[in-house]
């Protein structure tokens, strides 16, 4: 199959009605031919099919870690050098798939959650661009509900983001919140959760509209 018509697949799998049987089909693919297509849909107009190439790249690579180890590394080095800035790029969607990667596999998850962390760490690899720092949020609150143990460490750096003026920190460190058992301060919380702002935020496979309110009662209901 050319790679013109690689791409077409796997754009009509990622707008099919049922992602879980397309997702079974993606990752039936040999997951190197696959990985480029999806990088490429990283950078889609089209906020749903963005989400579901983050799933699905998840779910390939954490598939072909359990094939391929050193392969996966490859890929998961390649978000890492998207978001550096000797890259040349900007990273788009990058730290949203090393949380998706990261919550579907454990190994992979106990190598680099430690730098997903490092993004929100002023003293560490901190990412100054408002928009990027959204997809490290939403990163480190999939992988939080999935591995809370290998978050649990980014909670003194998340107090900030609770209070910042774009709508999307506070309402994904809220989400986030809910997974790490008490690690964030309660009363900032109990503040968001009058919050009437409204996002988008992708939740169980579906993109969802909300507001940082609901996300931060869904919180505190947890705590």
């Not at 039936?28 to 950078?43: D, G, K």
């Not at 978001?83 to 579907?104: F, H, K, Q, T, V």
């Not at 949020?137 to 460490?153: N, T």
């Not at 503040?191 to 702002?197: E, Q, R, T």
Request: aromatic letters at 8%.
């Amino acid at each position: 199959m050319t790679n013109r018509k690689l791409k077409k697949k796997i754009l009509e799998l990622l707008g099919s009605d049922d992602l879980e049987k397309s997702l079974d089909e993606i990752c039936q693919l040999p997951a190197r031919q696959a990985v480029n297509p999806l990088f490429s849909f990283f950078y889609s107009t089209n906020e749903l099919i963005k989400w579901r190439a983050i799933t699905a790249m998840g779910a390939v690579v954490s598939r072909l870690a359990e094939q391929d180890m050193e392969s996966a590394r490859v890929v998961m080095r390649r978000l890492i050098w998207n978001l550096n800035d000797e890259s040349g790029g900007i990273g788009w969607s990058s730290p949203e798939a090393m949380g998706e990667i990261m919550a579907r596999n454990f190994r992979l998850a106990e190598e680099y959650a430690f730098l997903l962390v490092s993004y929100v760490n002023e003293q560490g690899n901190y990412i100054e661009h408002p928009i990027l720092q959204r997809g490290v949020l939403w990163g480190l609150g999939r992988l939080a509900h999935s591995r809370p143990r290998l978050v649990k460490h980014a909670a003194p750096f998340l107090p900030p983001y609770m209070q910042s003026e774009d709508a999307f920190h506070r309402g994904f460190t809220a989400w986030t919140a809910g997974a790490l058992d008490g690690g964030l301060p309660k009363p900032l919380l109990q503040h968001l959760s009058n919050d009437k702002a409204v996002i988008n935020i992708f939740i169980d496979m579906n993109l969802v509209e909300t507001t940082v309110g609901q996300l931060a009662r869904e919180a505190l209901s947890k705590l």
